[in-house]
Nanobody, 126 residues
Framework: QVQLVESGGGLVQAGGSLRLSCAASGRIYNSHYTTAWFRQAPGKEREFVAARRWSSGATNYADSVKGRFTISRDNANSPVFLHMNSLKPEDTAVYYC??????????????????WGQGTQVTVSS
């Protein structure tokens, strides 16, 4: 099991940027190891934001964030980042980091991830 801790959330004006971090402890030696970001706004279902399979570099982004958000890390031992640019009020949510070994077609599925962080709040004011 991988333990995940998110940080970096906060309040930002529309059009601004934030960088979220996801620090992981424990390691998974699996070619399918993938880190994802999900978010949940008040009264809504938790939704997929972005995911990356580190062995192949395969990425997946929700249509709502394509071109604005990027998931990355500096090296295998660094935190995973979610770079968020051109933020909109509708991006306001609690953002969760998740880790697992999904098949490529399931990278956007909550059920494919076995480890979750506690979440970090992102609020975008208009």
């Amino acid at each position: 099991q991988v333990q995940l801790v998110e940080s970096g959330g906060g309040l930002v004006q529309a059009g601004g940027s934030l960088r979220l971090s996801c620090a992981a402890s424990g390691r998974i030696y699996n070619s399918h190891y993938t880190t994802a970001w999900f978010r949940q706004a008040p009264g809504k279902e938790r939704e997929f934001v972005a995911a990356r399979r580190w062995s192949s570099g395969a990425t997946n982004y929700a249509d709502s964030v394509k071109g604005r958000f990027t998931i990355s890390r500096d090296n295998a031992n660094s935190p995973v980042f979610l770079h968020m640019n051109s933020l909109k009020p509708e991006d306001t949510a609690v953002y969760y980091c998740a880790a697992g070994q999904p098949i490529l077609s399931a990278m956007d599925s909550k059920s494919a991830y076995s480890s979750w962080g506690q979440g970090t709040q992102v609020t975008v004011s208009s």
